[in-house]
Structures are given as structure tokens and as C-alpha cells.
């Protein structure tokens, strides 16, 4: 059966990540950690019979990816079906700003409701529905290739979750390491899981892993 190996990486560190503020679509680069994270893991794939690198376009991802890019000499194309989840008006604040903003809407976010979805953002079932469809998409066009995701911790998660069979409101118990290295095999009948959640290439640096929200 043909198949695609993808190799997803989440960007690196950003300073609303060490804020737990929401970035969600606003496009927020990385700190001078999350450089470091990206020139590592660019160096962590040297060597991998890499056939294209794919990005979201929101910069936090993109300059990873051009790392990535840089070091492998492979091409880099965005795709915003790869954009973190739309947090609509929790996008900029901090948990405890959202808590005390809005607790009846928090409860339902921290509850993973698959139909809630924050004013003007996306629902769970909303980023599944993308992520599973523009991860297949990319890796169509890839058979018997291997490929580079690189988005965010809300599409890691999906992706986690489909390969694995995780319900949407399964509690968390797997990590999403800013630029940790996960493998996942696509055929036609979805995705596999390889390999999560590698971080030697960051032995040396403090990541940061968010266990809540992204």
C-alpha cells in the first residue's frame, strides 16, 4: 500500500508561551528560545530523505520551517489549513484573564465541548475537520515520500488524535513540546502513529509543553 511518512514539528517557543496568553491566528514570532529550538531541530533533520516541507503561514511556524528548510535544502510551502485554531476573542489573553472574563465559557473550553467554540473562533470538531483534511491533501500529493508539517500545538494535537483514535474530549495525557519531532505515517484509510514527542535534539534547552491549550 503506498504511504506517506510525515514528520510534524509544533514551532518553537514564543514569548506568549511563557505568558500562557492565546495567540491562536495572530501572528506572534518566536523568542530567542524558540530560535534556538528551530536551528536545532533544522539540524536534528539534516540528513532525512526530506521531499517537501509544508508550513502554516503564521510566523511562529514559518520561520521553523525555514530552518528546516535552510538546513535540508528542501522546498517550503505554506498552507494556511495548517493555521493554529481560531480562539476568536480569547485570542491575546492570558488563562486567568479568560477565567475571569468569561467562566462559563472557559468551563465549557477546559470540558474540550467539541460543538463550543469561543466568539468568532473555531470548535473542536471545526480544527479536526481541517487539520485531517489538509494533512490528507498534503500528503496525497507525497506517496511513498516523506514529508515536513510544521504548524502548532492545537494541530499537533489533531493529529495525535486521529492517528491514535483519541476522543475529542479525552483528557491530554500526551505532550506537545515546542519543537518536538513526531512521526506519523498517511495511507488513503488516515493516519498512523511512528513516533511522538522526540526532543534529544533539545536536550540542552528548557521546552515548554502546554498540557491545556495552545
Given amino acids: 500500500m503506498h504511504a506517506t511518512r510525515i514528520i510534524a514539528i509544533r514551532h518553537g517557543e514564543t514569548a506568549w508561551n511563557v505568558d500562557t496568553r492565546i495567540q491562536g491566528q495572530l ?9 534556538q529550538q528551530a536551528r536545532r531541530v533544522a539540524r ?19 520561520d521553523t ?22 480562539f476568536g476573542v480569547f485570542q491575546g489573553k492570558t ?7 468569561w467562566p462559563d465559557q472557559a468551563w465549557r473550553w477546559r470540558k474540550r465541548d467539541p460543538q463550543w467554540a469561543p466568539e468568532g473562533g ?12 489538509t494533512a490528507a491533501e498534503l500528503a ?3 506517496l511513498g515520500e516523506q514529508i515536513v508539517l510544521v504548524a502548532h500545538g492545537g494541530v499537533m494535537d489533531a493529529l495525535y488524535r486521529a492517528a491514535t483514535g483519541q476522543d475529542l474530549q479525552a483528557p491530554r495525557s500526551w505532550e506537545l513540546g515546542n519543537a518536538a519531532i513526531n512521526r506519523l505515517l498517511w495511507t488513503p484509510d488516515g493516519l498512523t502513529l511512528v513516533g ?10 528548557e521546552t515548554l509543553d502546554e498540557t491545556s491549550v495552545y
Fill in 27 to 35: 501572528d506572534i514570532g518566536l523568542n530567542e528560545t524558540g530560535r
Fill in 44 to 62: 536534528a533533520l539534516t540528513g532525512e530523505p526530506i521531499q517537501a516541507i509544508y508550513s502554516s503561514d503564521l510566523s511562529r511556524a514559518w
Fill in 65 to 86: 520551517a525555514r530552518s528546516i528548510a535552510d538546513a535540508t535544502g528542501q522546498t517550503l510551502q505554506a498552507h494556511a489549513g495548517l493555521r493554529e485554531r481560531g
Fill in 95 to 101: 488563562y486567568a484573564e479568560i477565567e475571569a472574563a
Fill in 122 to 133: 473555531e470548535s473542536l470538531l471545526d480544527v479536526r475537520e481541517r487539520i485531517t483534511l
Fill in 140 to 142: 496525497a500529493r507525497h
Fill in 196 to 205: 511522538w514527542s522526540d526532543t534529544r535534539h533539545l536536550d540542552d534547552d
